[in-house]
Nanobody, 121 residues
Framework: QVQLLESGGGLVQAGGSLRLSCAASGSIRSIGNMAWYRQAPGKQRELVAVATSGGTTNYADSVKGRFTIARDNAKNTVSLQMNTLKPDDTAVYYC???????????????WGQGTQVTVSS
């Protein structure tokens, strides 16, 4: 199995910055995309940013120019640097990966436990 452990959430004033980190561990054969999603109260979970194993990145329009996703393939980690935060960025942020565990040839979808980000106005 693959586990994702997130860290770095918290409370910040509007205009501030936070950095989220996520480490994948366990019996891993290979890891594909690594991504960050978020879910605000009363809203559906949405994709924030994704990084492929080849280094391609994509962002939601709402965070382009403010957030940066980065991954370290050697360490199976992914981070999300969030700058110029807005109250609308308040949500639980989830790390996500598509990975193949040892002993399997199938890709599975894994989620972290989520970390709260609160941006005050």
């Amino acid at each position: 199995q693959v586990q994702l452990l997130e860290s770095g959430g918290g409370l910040v004033q509007a205009g501030g910055s936070l950095r989220l980190s996520c480490a994948a561990s366990g019996s891993i054969r290979s890891i594909g995309n690594m991504a960050w999603y978020r879910q605000a109260p009363g809203k559906q979970r949405e994709l924030v940013a994704v990084a492929t194993s080849g280094g391609t990145t994509n962002y939601a329009d709402s965070v382009k120019g403010r957030f940066t996703i980065a991954r370290d393939n050697a360490k199976n980690t992914v981070s999300l640097q969030m700058n110029t935060l807005k109250p609308d960025d308040t949500a639980v942020y989830y790390c996500n990966t598509l990975a193949v565990p040892q002993g399997s040839w199938s890709t599975h979808n894994y989620w972290g436990q989520g970390t709260q980000v609160t941006v005050s106005s």
